[in-house]
């Protein structure tokens, strides 16, 4: 049996201070709420984001440690502390980035003997 081989999505903005980065559940959802006009999201944002937090990598693109950004730093980036229009900025301007984790296969338990 296999384990591993997860996809994970993740949208990341390239700031004036830092850069930004929101997981995304879902690829298609997530495309399906960028085509749709602004005034009129018929798709909820917590079907697009794994969940509502921001994450920054000191300047690192979408790789490095990942650090809670402070009300200070959202505020000079996006104008505004609410984590949700922070989000809605970071899908429409970002960029998506997928990851594969590869599979891997081995040993479950030695002590059941062998296969």
Avoid: W
């Avoid at 997981?23 to 079907?47: C, I």
Wanted: negative net charge.
């Amino acid at each position: 049996m296999t384990r591993g081989g997860a996809e994970t999505h993740k949208v990341h903005y390239k700031g004036k201070t830092d850069d930004f980065l929101v997981f995304v559940d879902d690829q298609a959802a997530h495309k399906k709420y960028l085509s749709e006009p602004e005034g009129q999201k018929t798709t909820p944002l917590s079907q697009v984001v794994s969940s509502f937090q921001i994450f920054t990598t000191n300047k690192h693109g979408a790789q490095g440690e990942y650090n809670t950004p402070s009300d200070g730093a959202l505020e000079n980036e996006f104008g505004t502390k609410v984590v949700e229009d922070a989000i809605k900025i970071i899908l429409a301007k970002g960029e998506i980035q997928e990851n594969e984790f590869p599979e891997r296969q081995g040993r479950r338990n030695d002590s059941q003997g062998t296969y």
